[in-house]
């Protein structure tokens, strides 16, 4: 069984500078091979592939003529820009799959996916799927892996799971899924650490006020929370 990757907002054919630009190339031929050449990098031709969209741009046989290049079973889940006759031209090959909607004549516009007792909603857009409040642990998430926004970092908002797997954001390059929730993990114990940082210094301050156990000079109060700070850490 082959292994399972993520991208997003390949482009193809979109000569556009601000959109070849930011991901460092002089031209869309340039962008266009570098992309090619980096997912067969990484993508062996039993891998699978989510496409979560945004697939090409206005030259529709240049835009086939690099998909027909990519390596893995490759299924989509479309985007803005993937037009009903795109869609068409995309199922005439067999290596790729368009993901259908339950209701005639639609597509679908996310799926839900489980992989290592992670729940996944795989969408263009980005979706919020949970919150903070509810769990330290990432797998009590539904986790939300989505294009579209071409932004350079991973996180939307920071949010620890929201993942972008898009082009921009993972040098031009599918994601490993095993690989992103890695990156998720990280993330998320980063934003409990913070969080429970954050309700230290409260409590501190709150024994302040209450003239608990601290004397009222400010270097005291000072060292009171570099002590409570280091006991959190010291437990992670």
């Not at 803005?80 to 031209?89: A, G, V």
């Not at 949970?130 to 990432?138: A, F, G, H, R, V």
């Amino acid at each position: 069984m082959g292994r399972i990757f993520l991208t997003s907002d390949t482009h193809f054919g979109h000569d556009r500078e601000f959109l070849y630009g930011p991901r460092g190339f002089s031209s869309i031929q340039e962008h266009d091979e570098a992309v090619i050449r980096n997912w067969n990098s990484v993508v062996q031709p039993d891998d699978t592939v989510y496409h979560l969209g945004d697939v090409m741009l206005n030259d529709n046989d240049h835009g086939m003529d690099c998909l027909k290049q990519l390596n893995g079973n490759i299924y989509i889940i479309p985007g803005n820009h993937d037009t009903k006759n795109r869609l068409e031209l995309y199922k005439t090959l067999p290596n790729v799959k368009v993901l259908e909607s339950n209701f005639p004549d639609t597509v679908a516009a996310g799926i839900y996916f489980k992989y290592r007792k992670y729940l996944f909603y795989m969408s263009h857009h980005p979706t919020m799927t949970s919150n903070l409040e509810k769990d330290p642990y990432l797998k009590a998430h539904l986790i939300n892996l989505f294009g579209h926004t071409h932004q350079q970092k991973q996180f939307y908002n920071d949010i620890p799971f929201m993942f972008h797997v898009g082009m921009d954001s993972n040098n031009c390059t599918p994601v490993l899924l095993d690989d992103a929730i890695e990156i998720m993990r990280e993330e998320m114990k980063k934003c409990i650490d913070m969080l429970d940082i954050e309700e230290t210094l409260a409590n501190v301050a709150e024994e302040v006020r209450e003239g608990g156990e601290v004397c009222p000079t400010q270097s005291n109060i000072w060292t009171t929370i570099a002590r409570r700070v280091k006991s959190l850490f010291s437990k992670t």
